[in-house]
C-alpha cells in the first residue's frame, strides 16, 4: 500500500497569511499638508473672502527751497482687494455588505475591510487635492501628447503623475471650451497610469469621440467653459502680466502681481539658478524682506541637486565619532538649497523648483474635510432596480475650499529645468 502523501492531508493545514498590508502605489499630500500646518486658516461664507492689498505707493518726494518754496501736492498709497471664494470637492466610497461581514472580526481577515477602507479614503482624497493644488487653477492635470487607442502618452512636465487609477476624469480640447466626454456622453475613468517610466502613459476605459492630441484631461466634476479649480501653485506663482488672480486684472499691477521667475531654458540645475531667484525676491520686496522659505520641487530636480553635491574631488573623514568610517556621498543630513530647505514631492512639476513663503499661503475654508452628512447620517444605502435597498451602501468626504497667496512676490520660481539621465 502507498504511503501517505501530501495531497491527502492538504485538507489539515493551516493557511498563513501575513498580517500586514503593504501599500503598492503613491498617494502623496506634502504641499497641502504644509499649506495647512503652516498657512493662515478663514472660515468663510459664500459671499467672496477679501484680502487687501498695499500695492502701489504714495507720496510725492524731491527737494523744495525753505525759502518761501513751493512744496507741491502729494498722493497717498494705493490699494486693492483681492478675493476668493471656495469650491467644493467630494470623494465617494462604495462598499457591498459583503465585505463588511466577511472582514468584521479577526477570525475572519487580517484587517476590517471596511475601516481600512475609511482611513485609505481620506488619504486617497487629500492626495487627489494635492495633486489638483500642483495646477493652475483650472483643473488640468495632464496634456495628452499621443494616442494609440485607449492610451494616452501624456505630456511632460506633469506626465501622468497627476491622475490615479480608478480615477474618472474628463478630456478637454486645448483651449478649455469643449467637454469632450460631455459631448459625446461618455464617462472615462484611468485604469491604468505609469508615471515612472519614461513614456508617461495612462490608459483609459472609454476615449470620446474627437479626442486628439494636445487635448487636456481635467478632474471630474467640472463643467462649462474655462472651468475654475483649486488655485493651485501655478496659479499664484506666476510672471503673467495678463489675465486675472484673484478677481485682480493683472495688467493693471503687471509688476506688483508678478512672481520672480528664472527661465532654465532646458538647462540642467546649477548653484547659479538659485542664486538668483532667491535674489529676485529680494530685489522685489527689499533685501531684509527675504521671507522663512521652503524650496518645493520633485524627486527629479531634488536628484539633480543631489548630482551637484556628488560632483567632489576629495571626502575628508573625521577622526573620531561612531561614524567616522562611515562613507555618506549623498550626505544623510537636512537637506537645502543655499541654507532654504528642500521638500520634495512626486506630485510636483518636474522640471521646476518652488520658492514658498507659507506664512502669506492660506485657506478659505466653508467645510474642512470630513464625512459628508445628512441629519447626521454619514453612511447611506444603495436602492435595487427594484426600488429596494441593495447589499451595499455609500459614505463620501467633502471639503468646501479655496487657497489664496497675499503677496505673489514673496516667493520666486526656477521653470523649463532639465530632467536628469533616467527619468
Known amino acids: 500500500m502507498a504511503a501517505q502523501n501530501n495531497a491527502q492531508t492538504i485538507a489539515l493545514q493551516l493557511e498563513k497569511v501575513r498580517d500586514k498590508v503593504p501599500l503598492l502605489y503613491e498617494r502623496d499630500d506634502v504641499l497641502l499638508s504644509m499649506i495647512q500646518a503652516r498657512g493662515d486658516v478663514e472660515k468663510v461664507s459664500s459671499r467672496n473672502m477679501r484680502l487687501p492689498l498695499q ?18 501736492r502729494g498722493t497717498g498709497s494705493t490699494y486693492d482687494v483681492a478675493q476668493v471664494s471656495p469650491i467644493f470637492f467630494r470623494f465617494a466610497v462604495e462598499i457591498t455588505k459583503l465585505v463588511e461581514y466577511a472582514s ?3 477570525e475572519k481577515a487580517v484587517e476590517n475591510a471596511v475601516k481600512r477602507e475609511i482611513a485609505s479614503g481620506m488619504r486617497q482624497f487629500r492626495s ?15 496634456t495628452i501628447s499621443a494616442i494609440n487607442s485607449n492610451t494616452f502618452t501624456m505630456t511632460i512636465p506633469s506626465g501622468a503623475a497627476l491622475v490615479y487609477v480608478g480615477q474618472t476624469i474628463q478630456i478637454y480640447d486645448p483651449t478649455l471650451t469643449t467637454n469632450r466626454n460631455v459631448a459625446a456622453s461618455v464617462v472615462s475613468s484611468v485604469t491604468a497610469a505609469d508615471p515612472i517610466s519614461s513614456t508617461q502613459t495612462i ?6 469621440s474627437g ?7 481635467v478632474h471630474d466634476g467640472l463643467t462649462g467653459a474655462n472651468p475654475v479649480s483649486l488655485f493651485g501653485i501655478k496659479y499664484h506663482q506666476n510672471n503673467a502680466t495678463t489675465g486675472t488672480w484673484l478677481n485682480l486684472n493683472r495688467a493693471t499691477y503687471p509688476q506688483q502681481l508678478q512672481t520672480p521667475r528664472v527661465n532654465a531654458a532646458n538647462s540642467a540645475l546649477v548653484p547659479g539658478h538659485v542664486r538668483l531667484a532667491i535674489n529676485k525676491v529680494r530685489k522685489a520686496l527689499g533685501i531684509n524682506q527675504l521671507g522663512k522659505l521652503i524650496a518645493y520641487t520633485s524627486v527629479e ?9 556628488i560632483t567632489i574631488s576629495q571626502v575628508i573623514k573625521e ?7 562611515d562613507l555618506d556621498l549623498l550626505f544623510s543630513g537636512k537637506k537645502t538649497m543655499s541654507g532654504i ?3 520634495s514631492s512626486v506630485n510636483a512639476d518636474q522640471t521646476r523648483v518652488d520658492f514658498l513663503d507659507l506664512s502669506h499661503w492660506g485657506r478659505a475654508v466653508m467645510k474642512d474635510i470630513d464625512y459628508f452628512e445628512v441629519g447626521g447620517q454619514t453612511v447611506f444605502p444603495i436602492y435595487g432596480a427594484s426600488g429596494g435597498i441593495a447589499a451595499s451602501f455609500i459614505f463620501y468626504f467633502d471639503t468646501g475650499f479655496q487657497v489664496w497667496n497675499d503677496s505673489p512676490r514673496s516667493g520666486s520660481y526656477i521653470d523649463a529645468l532639465a530632467r536628469p539621465s533616467g527619468y
Do not use: C, M
Open 55 to 72: 500695492l502701489i505707493p504714495g507720496g510725492k518726494a524731491g527737494s523744495y527751497s525753505a525759502d518761501g518754496g513751493d512744496l507741491g
Open 104 to 106: 468584521n472580526a479577526r
Open 128 to 142: 487627489f487635492l494635492d495633486k489638483v493644488i500642483q495646477t493652475g487653477g483650472n483643473g488640468v492635470l495632464g
Open 203 to 208: 490608459t483609459v476605459d472609454n476615449v470620446p
Open 211 to 217: 479626442t486628439a492630441v494636445n487635448d487636456l484631461i
Open 301 to 309: 530636480q531634488e536628484h539633480a541637486w543631489e548630482n551637484l553635491g
Open 319 to 325: 577622526g573620531a565619532g561612531s561614524r567616522a568610517n
Open 341 to 343: 530647505p528642500i521638500k
